[in-house]
């Protein structure tokens, strides 16, 4: 990996740590919009881990106002490029109808993509939604359609950064 994207991984993961840890002492601190621009400068050129930490902040309205539908635009983004945590939020978007139409094809297949990639609350939730709401059939068809995300996620992932 090239040194510059190693720094700027680097400095996004940083970014992370301090705007959540702000976040949690003052919600109302204005450095939670100077970091929404620092990730959305980042996300904007494709970087995976900022556009998920972007669709983060507007799941939970974090220095900007709580918007669905942009939370699942860029975990969708994140989601597309292998970052599991995107791929769990947007399956529960999918799951809830938050931000998206409902749709539990599309939410499990998230939820497995994510849970692939060891994310254990995502297969937990992904075996509820099939035991509860899906029919075999469906089951079936969504198990191709992660094949198919899964195919689309390796031919063209930038990877995390």
């Given at each position: 990996?090239?040194?510059?994207?190693?720094?700027?991984?680097?400095?996004?993961?940083?970014?992370?740590?301090?705007?959540?840890?702000?976040?949690?002492?003052?919600?109302?601190?204005?450095?939670?919009?100077?970091?929404?621009?620092v990730f959305r400068k980042l996300a904007e050129q494709g970087y995976a881990?900022?556009?998920?930490?972007?669709?983060?902040?507007?799941?939970?309205?974090?220095?900007?106002?709580?918007?669905?539908?942009?939370?699942?635009?860029?975990?969708?983004?994140?989601?597309?490029?292998?970052?599991?945590?995107?791929?769990?939020?947007?399956?529960?978007?999918?799951?809830?109808?938050?931000?998206?139409?409902?749709?539990?094809?599309?939410?499990?297949?998230?939820?497995?993509?994510?849970?692939?990639?060891?994310?254990?609350?995502?297969?937990?939730?992904?075996?509820?939604?099939?035991?509860?709401?899906?029919?075999?059939?469906?089951?079936?068809?969504?198990?191709?359609?992660?094949?198919?995300?899964?195919?689309?996620?390796?031919?063209?992932?930038?990877?995390?950064?």
């Amino acid at each position: 990996m090239p040194l510059q994207d190693r720094f700027i991984f680097r400095f996004s993961c940083i970014l992370t740590v301090i705007f959540i840890s702000l976040i949690l002492v003052n919600p109302h601190w204005s450095f939670a919009e100077d970091a929404t621009q620092v990730f959305r400068k980042l996300a904007e050129q494709g970087y995976a881990n900022a556009q998920s930490n972007l669709g983060l902040i507007y799941d939970n309205g974090q220095g900007v106002l709580q918007d669905y539908k942009e939370a699942a635009r860029w975990y969708r983004k994140a989601a597309e490029q292998g970052v599991a945590d995107a791929q769990y939020n947007l399956g529960l978007m999918y799951f809830s109808g938050q931000g998206v139409p409902q749709d539990y094809k599309k939410a499990y297949a998230w939820l497995n993509l994510a849970a692939s990639q060891g994310n254990a609350e995502a297969a937990n939730i992904r075996d509820y939604l099939a035991d509860r709401f899906m029919t075999p059939q469906q089951i079936a068809s969504a198990q191709e359609l992660t094949a198919e995300l899964q195919a689309d996620i390796e031919g063209t992932s930038k990877g995390y950064f």
